[in-house]
């Protein structure tokens, strides 16, 4: 068994094809279909179904792959305290956000980065938490920051700030008149949310359970409560802007783009305030703790919450 052959099998079983798999690793399809079947003639099972059409991990195949990442990741380890001294900040960082925190936090955070670190090169990637999870357990990135609750094995996360949600409304739309709004307020409205998969959406539901009556039942004359479910915060946004209906957001989100007075309005909810814990989320057995400090540093100096115009009150932040 070989850390190549490991590595062959785990790409495999990302890839879940040969060809594929093959390009990944810099070598011929023959080259890594002789080298995977060879480990499993030393383990003595197949860790592979193979079909003219698919390629699935069997069950026992998938346990073998999941240690053989952690392997693999405790090479890096070893790698880079082989090289004492070796500067931390010297190779790329791979950071995900979720799709309702990457556009507002990575233009403040970015240049937090820049100034801690500049000798480090940056990706970023905006994606849903399902798919953030998977990427980070296979090492595609390093870190990613998401909402709490967030658990996965042999993975540290560590809460940044609160923030609060708010209601985002037309200027001339009756609530506006109102300094605070309630869910219950809310549920009486033209209300426009997320789609479902999206976890803004259920942490917004599960916070505001009055407005899960008004997203799953038709009001009394029989026309839906709920106008619409868009794909993306800024498209729900113009819609509010458009007078189509009001919305919840997170404050960042609610005061990202200036629109005029006389457009959109801004409004806090009366206590108990709901709010979402946005975190940072590695792996245990990431080899580079202090690009993983800078990181965490940098964004909870970026404030984002604080940073915005609003005369909305802010939750102060938990980190």
């Given amino acids: 068994m070989t850390l190549t052959e490991l590595r062959y099998v785990v790409t495999l079983a990302r890839e879940r094809h040969f ?5 990944r690793c810099h070598v011929s399809q023959p080259t890594l279909s002789v080298a995977v079947k060879k480990l499993e003639d030393e383990l003595g099972i197949p860790l592979f179904e193979r079909s003219k059409s698919s390629i699935r991990v069997t069950e026992t195949g998938l346990r073998i792959i999941e240690q053989a990442q952690r392997v693999l990741d405790q090479v890096g380890l070893i790698k880079d305290m082989a090289q004492d001294g070796k500067n931390q900040l010297n190779s790329p960082l791979k950071v995900g956000a979720i799709y309702t925190i990457g556009p507002y936090l990575f233009p403040h955070l970015l240049p937090e980065l820049r100034r801690a670190a500049p000798e480090m090169p940056l990706y970023i990637e905006e994606n849903y938490t399902a798919n953030l999870r998977q990427k980070l357990r296979q090492s ?3 870190a990613i920051i998401i909402a709490l609750p967030f658990e996965e094995p042999e993975v540290v996360t560590l809460p940044l700030y609160d923030e609060p949600f708010v209601v985002l409304l037309p200027a ?11 869910a219950d307020e809310l549920a009486k409205e033209q209300l426009l949310l997320l789609g479902p998969g999206h976890c803004f959406r259920d ?36 819609m509010v ?13 609610a005061t990202a783009m200036q629109y005029h007075e006389d457009i959109l309005a801004v409004r806090p909810f009366a206590p108990p305030v709901p709010f979402r814990t946005v975190a940072l989320a590695w792996r245990v057995t990431f080899p580079r703790p202090k690009a993983i400090d800078v990181l965490s540093l940098a964004a909870s100096q970026c404030r984002v919450i604080e940073k915005a115009k609003t005369d909305t009150p802010v939750v102060v932040e938990s980190a």
């Fill in 19 to 23: 060809g594929r798999a093959a390009e």
């Fill in 140 to 142: 595609e990135l390093d």
């Fill in 172 to 182: 001339g739309h009756p609530l506006a008149s109102k300094e605070q709004l309630t």
């Fill in 203 to 238: 942490q917004v539901l599960e916070s505001c359970p009055p407005l899960v009556e008004a997203v799953t039942h038709r009001s009394n004359n029989g026309s839906p409560a709920l106008v619409t479910e868009g794909s993306s915060l800024e498209t729900i946004r113009h």
């Fill in 241 to 253: 802007a458009s007078g189509l209906g009001i919305t919840v957001l997170p404050l960042s989100a």
